[in-house]
DNA sequence: AGATGAGTTGACTTTAACGTAAAAACACTG
DNA sequence: CAGTGTTTTTACGTTAAAGTCAACTCATCT
């Protein structure tokens, strides 16, 4: 059970670089303790190291993700501030719903495509046994 | 039943700077036709820059989707290529439905989030009722 | 003819998200 | 204790995707 994770670890468990989360450092998506220089991650910075690349994949800017990851810590304790988490929540909500009908309908085109491809393919196949004989 | 679009016609429609629709157009991911200088947009072009955008949202980069664009107007004529662009197809697909479960991970993290704002509202609602009485 | 407005080209600038290289600090290993 | 490997800081470079600005063309309106 290890309670601490080092940056090279983290790389490689993400396939980052070294400079990718020194850098989300620098913009403040995580906040590694120290021991002297190091860099030391806890399960927790990893967790959100996750949420960012998740984001990334995603098309979300760092800005972005930063403001997401901000509302996951956040309890705001009057209200104005929670109508407008609530409303950033709906927002991210149907920016997601986009999201996801943009890739039903990519997948449908894939198909189409696909569907093509293996018509051409069994005439080609047709013309190979035609030569053949 | 108009033939052609202007390019400002296209900008408004889809909320994007002629500087955009010319550097799609530099890129190669779409080639309008001309009348003297001017840019004509037949419905095709419009068609290709909706998928473009749409490519856009899900955060596929420029080349991606000249990729895709271009597999979709492709039909070799060659078994090898075919192949090629069948393993292109199954690529795109696996990486959309890995984006697809990205999206269902964040709509649940928004649900708990909206859930504990929920919560520390009817908190403030209770604390005031009190203050009332 | 002059002004107005849409469209064009070309060049330079900007922003996000890193890459790369240099120099120095530590931790261990033989 | 010299060498090796990992990490850190600092600083400059790069790439994608446009933004911005200037000068120009062309058609139209007055």
Redesign the interface.
């Known amino acids: 059970m290890q309670r601490y994770f080092t940056i090279t670890q983290l790389t490689q468990e993400f396939d980052v670089t070294t400079r990718t989360l020194r850098f989300y450092e620098a913009q403040g998506l995580v906040t590694p303790t120290r021991r002297g220089r190091q860099r030391l991650y806890t399960p927790g910075d990893r967790t959100r190291i996750k949420l960012i690349l998740?984001?990334?994949?995603?098309?979300?800017s760092l800005n972005e993700i930063k403001e997401m990851i901000e509302?996951?810590g956040s309890?705001?304790?009057e209200?104005g501030q929670?109508r407008l988490?609530?409303d950033k929540?709906a927002a991210?909500?149907s920016e997601?719903a986009?999201?996801?009908r943009?890739?039903e309908?990519?997948?449908l085109?894939?198909d189409e495509?696909?569907a093509?491809?293996m018509v051409?393919?069994s005439e080609?196949a047709g013309r190979t046994r035609a030569e053949e004989a």
């Open positions: 998740r984001g990334k994949r995603l098309g979300f509302m996951y309890s705001p304790g209200s929670l988490l609530l929540i991210r909500r997601l986009e999201k996801q943009d890739i309908l990519t997948l085109e894939l495509v696909e093509g491809a051409r393919m080609l």
